[in-house]
């Protein structure tokens, strides 16, 4: 009873976390090998029940260029980690981690590096429990950094007490989140990661703004920021690729690179036949305090 009461006191994952790693496996599950990213862990860690592959955000139109959105960036983010760790960066900072299960699929690569989480409190608790729950251990190399953004944490601040070293060259990722912030918010977090150190690199996916979509991608979108809104976490930031590297080299990165879905589709998508492909919807950039030579 007292383990019951103590989980139902955690705070569960927002729905837009659970909807990434349904996503995810949805992938697994419904799309034909080679899978751009094989990830169930975060579906073990939501268990959503048997019928969710039936829910509405699982099934809705254009649902499956949403899921290949979220497991390519998953791998674009997961290769250049793995590229920089073979280049002497010996940080992975991952803000707003949700559900995301790097460190349980990919310990090759994370026990290379000191790895940290960034999210919400009682996200974070109920997240640790669940891991235990399915037979997860956290490594020593892998540190939760709870942050209270509500109350105006620093993530800076709580990163850096956490045991993170400023001084080390470091990716920091942050996937899914430049929406819900304002855009001072976005320019403070630019800010911070650009005052990194020498061969850092800083990746973050943006949306475009809806005129920049064709009439069909546009109402995925629009679908998309509805059921954002009705769940408390509405979209307040959106981009066009030169106004984000603008917004970078302001903040005083040295290089800011836009990747385009058709980028990723290129990479990861080129040999499908079953024409799982990227809307135009979801971009990258990818900014770097100083040029890594050879990289």
């Not at 960034?118 to 939760?144: C, H, N």
Request: with cysteine.
């Amino acid at each position: 009873m007292a383990d019951e009461q103590h989980r139902s006191d955690l705070h569960e994952p927002d729905h837009t976390a659970v909807r990434v790693a349904l996503w995810r496996a949805l992938h697994v599950q419904a799309d034909a090998p080679p899978h751009v990213l094989e990830d169930e862990v975060g579906l073990n860690l939501a268990d959503p029940g048997q019928n969710w592959r039936e829910r509405g955000d699982m099934t809705m139109p254009g649902v499956s260029g949403v899921r290949a959105s979220m497991v390519a960036r998953a791998r674009f983010v997961e290769d250049l980690v793995a590229e920089r760790a073979d280049a002497g960066v010996a940080q992975y900072v991952i803000l707003g981690a949700g559900l995301d299960t790097f460190a349980q699929r990919r310990p090759e690569f994370g026990s290379r590096l000191s790895v940290f989480e960034v999210d919400q409190p009682g996200m974070q608790a109920w997240k640790r429990q669940r891991l235990e729950e399915i037979g997860y251990d956290v490594p020593s190399w892998l540190t939760f950094v709870p942050v209270d953004f509500e109350a105006g944490d620093s993530w800076w601040e709580r990163l850096t007490a956490a045991g993170f070293d400023p001084q080390k060259p470091t990716v920091v990722a942050s996937t899914g989140v430049s929406m819900y912030l304002t855009p001072e918010a976005n320019a403070a977090t630019l800010c911070q990661a650009a005052a990194l150190a020498p061969g850092s690199v800083f990746a973050t996916t943006f949306l475009l703004p809806l005129d920049m979509l064709d009439p069909e991608q546009r109402r995925v979108q629009e679908f998309s920021m509805r059921g954002a809104a009705a769940s408390g976490t509405p979209f307040v930031s959106l981009y066009s690729p030169d106004e984000m590297q603008q917004a970078a080299l302001e903040a005083g990165f040295a290089k800011a690179v836009h990747v385009s879905p058709d980028d990723l589709s290129a990479r990861y998508f080129a040999d499908r036949h079953d024409g799982l492909r990227l809307p135009r919807a979801e971009q990258f950039l990818v900014a770097e305090v100083q040029s890594v030579v050879g990289v």
